[in-house]
């Protein structure tokens, strides 16, 4: 079955930086595009970047762009946010997002805090 789990959160000061991971099973990863969403306290969840199966075009939402990275390792099955410049805005629980055969798939997400 479909599996995501993500990583790499924490506790971080502003203008600090911090590297997500999530690791995908159950699924060819390399045919499929990825996603982060993040989702903050009495927000809805939005879609933070998003990377397509070879890695070669990827989207960011305006207000992360030019602060954080998406990539992706096809031969370990792993998407990556990469978090710079971070912001107490940021402050969010991070989850990797897979559409897989007309159904989306989430990770347990992993908590990130910006604060000084």
């Known amino acids: 079955q479909v599996q995501l789990v993500e990583s790499g959160g924490g506790l971080v000061q502003p203008g600090g930086s911090l590297r997500l991971s999530c690791a995908a099973s159950g699924f060819n990863f390399r045919l499929y595009a990825m996603n982060w969403y993040r989702q903050s306290p009495g927000k809805e969840r939005e879609l933070v970047a998003s990377i397509s199966p070879a890695g070669d075009s990827t989207d960011y939402a305006d207000s992360v762009k030019g602060r954080f990275s998406i990539s992706r390792d096809n031969a370990k099955n792993a998407v990556y946010l990469q978090m710079n410049s971070l912001k107490p805005e940021d402050t969010a629980i991070y989850y990797c997002?897979?559409?897989?055969?007309?159904?989306?798939?989430w990770g347990q997400g992993t908590q990130v805090t910006v604060s000084s």
């Open positions: 997002k897979v559409f897989y055969v007309r159904n989306e798939y």
